[in-house]
C-alpha cells in the first residue's frame, strides 16, 4: 500500500460531518426566495411587455392616421386664403420682378432675409399643418403690396433665378415701370426682346415655349400676350397707358 | 423527477425552475461540500457561511451552466471563488490552528457526531487531522480536498481551482506528503 492509500485509508475514518437541519432548511428556503424573485422578476417583465407593446404601437397608429387626415384640410385652408394674400402680390412674376427690382435698388442689402416669413403656396414648404393655424400662414401684414410680397417670394425665388434670368426679370421690371407714356411701337419692341430672351434661356423656372414672339398690336384698345409674357396693355392715341402682368 | 436522474438532467429540470430539482441536486452534495468547505476554512461557522452561499450562487447562476461541463465541477468551481472571495475579506489565510486549540476544543466539544460514536482515539484523531490540514498552504489543502471530498479527478481539480494539471499534480504531492508527516508527528 503507497504513501498515499495509507493516508487516503486514515481520511477516511474521519466522522463525516453534515450540515446540519437547520442549514440545510436555510439553503432551501435561500433557494427557493430566489426562484420566487426571478419568477416574479419574469412576469413583471412579461407584464410591462403585454401592456407597452400594444400600447405604442396604438398610440403610433393613431397619430400617423391624425396627421395623414389633417395634412389635406391643412392644404384646403391654405389654397382657400391663396387668393387674398395674391391680391396683394399681383403674381409670380411681379413678385420675381420685385425682388429683383429691391436687390437692384438696394444691393448692399444680404441675400437671405432671416426674418422673412415662409413663403406662401409650394406645398412642400407648408408650415406643419397641426401646429400652424391657416390664418398665420396665408394672412400678411397689412403693409403695401410690392415689400412683402417682395420679401415672401425672395427665399424661394433666389435660389432658382440664375444671372441670366434675375436680368430679364429686372428687364421686365423696368419695362412695366417705364411703359405708361411710352409710344406702342417702342413698347411692343421691348416686350419682342425680352420673349426672345426668355426663349433663348429657358425663363427662370422652366417657362419658355419655343414659339416665336406673337404679334404685338400697337393700335388703340386692350391688348395681351399670352405666356411665358402674360402682359396685358392699353393703347389710347398710340401710347401705352397702362401695362401689367396677367394672373 | 425519479432519484436516479443525472446531475446534468436535474440541473437542466432546475435551470427550467423545477425546485424538486434542485432539491435532489442538494440532496447529492449537501454533505461533501459541507466537509470541504469546513475543512477547507478551518472552522465551521466560515464554512458554514460559505455553503449557504455556494448554493445561493449556484442558484443564481445556474443558466451559465452548460451540459457540456459537469455539475460537480461547476458547483466546486463556485464554491472555489467564494473560498477567494472570502480569503480576500480576512486579510489572511487562516491555515495554522495551535494544536492545543484544536485538541482542546475536539475533547471538550466534540460535534454530535463524534460525541455520539467517537471513542477518545477517534477525537484524537479528528484533531490531528485538523491541525494538519490547517497546515498546510490553502492551494494544498483545497487539492487534497477536492481530491477526497468530491471525488474529482486530477484534471478536474485543475479546471476547478484553475491551474495546468501538472500543478495540480504537483499541489497535491506536497499535500499528501505533508500530510503524512505531520500525522506521523502527531502520534
Keep these: 500500500m503507497s504513501d498515499y492509500d495509507a493516508l487516503r485509508q486514515l481520511y477516511r475514518q474521519l466522522p463525516a460531518e453534515e450540515p446540519s437541519a437547520n442549514l440545510d432548511a436555510k439553503v432551501l428556503a435561500a433557494v427557493n426566495a430566489e426562484l420566487e424573485a426571478e419568477r416574479e422578476q419574469r412576469a413583471r417583465r412579461q407584464r410591462r411587455w403585454r401592456y407597452q407593446v400594444p400600447l405604442a404601437t396604438a398610440a403610433t397608429l393613431v397619430l400617423a392616421v391624425a396627421l395623414l387626415l389633417r395634412l389635406p384640410d391643412s392644404r384646403q385652408e391654405l389654397l382657400e386664403h391663396q387668393p387674398d394674400t395674391s391680391q396683394e402680390m399681383s403674381s409670380a412674376y411681379e413678385s420675381r420682378a420685385g425682388i429683383v427690382a429691391d436687390s437692384v435698388n438696394a444691393p448692399a442689402r444680404p441675400p437671405v432675409m432671416q426674418s422673412a416669413p415662409p413663403p406662401p403656396p409650394p406645398p412642400v414648404a407648408m408650415p406643419p399643418p397641426v401646429i400652424a393655424p391657416p390664418a398665420m400662414v396665408a394672412a400678411p401684414a397689412p403693409a403695401p403690396a410690392p415689400a412683402p410680397a417682395m420679401e415672401l417670394a425672395m427665399p424661394s425665388v433666389m435660389g432658382f433665378m440664375d444671372d441670366r434670368a434675375l436680368k430679364q426679370a429686372s428687364n421686365l421690371e423696368k419695362l412695366l415701370k417705364e411703359a405708361p407714356g411710352m409710344a406702342a411701337p417702342e413698347f411692343c419692341t421691348r416686350l419682342r426682346a425680352l420673349w426672345a430672351a426668355t426663349e433663348a434661356t429657358g425663363g427662370a423656372n422652366g417657362e419658355a415655349t419655343g414659339e416665336a414672339a406673337p404679334e404685338c398690336p400697337t393700335t388703340d384698345g386692350n391688348h395681351q400676350w399670352p405666356a411665358p409674357l402674360s402682359m396685358a396693355w392699353q393703347v389710347n392715341a398710340g401710347l401705352v397707358q397702362k401695362a401689367e402682368l396677367r394672373r | ?187
Design chain 2, 1 to 187: 423527477m425519479s432519484g436516479d436522474a443525472t446531475d446534468e438532467a436535474l440541473m437542466l429540470a432546475f435551470q427550467g425552475g423545477d425546485a424538486r430539482a434542485f432539491e435532489q441536486l442538494y440532496a447529492r452534495y449537501r454533505g461533501t461540500l459541507y466537509r470541504f468547505l469546513v475543512r477547507q476554512c478551518g472552522n465551521a461557522a466560515d464554512g458554514e457561511e460559505l455553503y449557504q452561499d455556494v448554493w445561493v450562487t449556484l442558484a443564481r447562476q445556474r443558466e451559465r451552466w452548460e451540459p457540456r461541463a459537469t455539475l460537480k465541477t461547476f458547483l466546486y468551481r463556485i464554491a472555489h471563488t467564494r473560498l477567494l472571495d472570502h480569503y480576500r475579506r480576512s486579510r489572511r489565510h487562516r491555515g495554522f490552528l495551535e494544536l492545543a486549540e484544536v485538541e482542546e476544543a475536539a475533547l471538550e466539544d466534540p460535534s454530535p457526531a463524534v460525541r455520539a460514536e467517537a471513542s477518545w482515539e477517534q477525537a484524537a484523531l479528528q484533531a490531528a487531522w485538523q491541525h494538519c490540514l490547517a497546515a498546510l498552504p490553502p492551494p494544498q489543502r483545497e487539492a487534497f480536498l477536492l481530491r477526497e471530498e468530491s471525488g474529482l479527478e486530477l484534471p478536474q481539480v485543475a479546471q476547478v481551482v484553475g491551474v495546468a494539471i501538472e500543478a495540480a499534480k504537483s499541489r497535491l504531492r506536497y499535500a499528501v506528503n505533508k500530510l503524512r508527516l505531520c500525522l506521523e508527528g502527531q502520534r
